[in-house]
């Protein structure tokens, strides 16, 4: 049994599995209590589900009761009959698992230190079930489950955590449910409600799908062992494009935006990968860039592909078979190419299919076979316009311009954005605001009056990161005011 406890599980991962049991027992309300408990951590989970009658437990209880060919309802997300007692007991030294049907209670437990002193494997009969706020709750109805971990050791990730240091662990948990079970909790799935320590853990929807910026692309239907698979390539938005830094970071989900970027991988509507390349890329696999951070792809698998896609015993883990990796690389390839497009030009491209979607750029960027040159646009609006004004002295600014494109830190800027985890746009003060917005009045008036004001302004600040509302109602009062 002790070999048992170590397949790799973490709290965040293990709880998941213990949801995944309430979920196929058609539980609607998942309720998870995590108490430090002055450094002896107990948790309980307690659900609304069907419950459990004596030998339907006892089932349960044993190791590999429903294996991976065995036929499972649309709801069932086990695998390999294994979760309920690896899960938990990767965690805790004890535990026990209550069921209740029909207004009768029935409870057997895992004790790791009484199988190794009888040297036998049998569960235990407990005397009474172990307090808990959720053991009330659960003798209060008619039918529901609730499992308890005791005893938790070095092999878990919630013992011998300062308190502060263990509800920081107990966040994560909570995101980590947000994450799996965001279509389930949003509705996309069977409606759920999971609570954690009395909160309602609320979905992270990793695409953002209701933000105005999202790129969703044409989904691709791939047929393998007699199934479909459906895949949804995202680019999500731009820094530029969140109201504020916490949308941004929160969009970025558990582990940050770098680590999120690549296949999402659902079984029966529960996330199983999270991110990663799942080693696709030809001759030389993709790998977690700067560039591709925004794209996201979903891949919807059935629950009868399991062996076909090495589906872990966790559910953490998942690899295409041979015979689509060709047409996932694809797939992926164009998503991090628009992914990247996004990246370079803030969102400018790509957000709407205009005639003047992608005109006046401030900088252009060249190959020169492995080595890239950027270059500021002699074609800009602006550029031209100052230099219309110097007329015989334009050259001064060319030269000037020259200097300026000969001597960007590129390798500096590429490391501070790494380092960053991005590139966020400098938010101006009110002088700062009034100074740039009396530039850019400036700059429309010096350009040709061949089109309105209005235009002219739009094609200045299309390319301009963070061009707040306050700037261009700034810049457009200037526009406005007599000349004096």
Sequence with gaps: ?????????????????????????????????????????????????????????????????????????????????????????????????????????VALAWDVDEVASRRRWDAIVPDKIPRSPLTDRLEERSKGALVLWERMDAIGGLSGLDKETFFLRVQNIRAHAAMVFHRFLGGDARRLVITVNNRPVRPWDPFLRTHPATITMHSERLRHAGAAIIVMPHVLPHRDRFANDADYEGAGGPGGWGERQGFYVYRGRRLVVAGGWLGLGGTRAWTREESSRLARISVDLPLGVDAEWRIDVRKSLARPPGALRTQLTAIGAVCREKAREVFAWRGNR????????????????????????????????????????????????????????????????????????????????????????????????AMPDDEPASERLERLLRHLPGASPSLRRSVLQLMEAPNE
């Design 1 to 105: 049994m002790q070999s048992l406890r170590g397949l790799g599980y973490s709290p965040e991962t293990a709880v998941a599995d213990l949801i995944d049991n309430s979920i196929a027992a058609g539980a609607t309300a998942i309720d998870v209590d995590i108490d430090w408990n002055d450094g002896d951590p107990i948790l309980a989970i307690l659900d609304d589900g069907k419950g459990f009658e004596l030998d339907e437990l006892v089932t349960a209880m044993c190791f590999g009761g429903a294996g991976p060919l065995a036929e499972r309802s649309e709801d069932d997300l086990g695998r390999f009959g294994l979760g309920l007692k690896t899960a938990s007991l990767s965690q805790c030294r004890r535990m026990t698992v209550a069921g209740r049907r029909n207004g009768q209670t």
């Design 350 to 445: 790509g957000r709407k299919k205009t005639a003047t979607a992608d005109d006046d750029p401030v900088w252009i960027a060249q190959s020169h076979g492995s080595r890239l040159s950027y270059h500021i646009s002699r074609e800009h609006p602006a550029v031209s316009a100052v230099a219309g004004r110097l007329g015989g002295d334009a050259n001064l600014l060319d030269g000037l311009l020259e200097l300026i494109e000969r001597s960007v830190p590129v390798e500096r800027i590429w490391l501070d954005v790494s380092e960053a985890e991005g590139a966020g746009s400098a938010t101006l003060d009110a002088a700062e605001t009034a100074k740039l917005a009396g530039q850019i009045a400036a700059l429309v008036a």
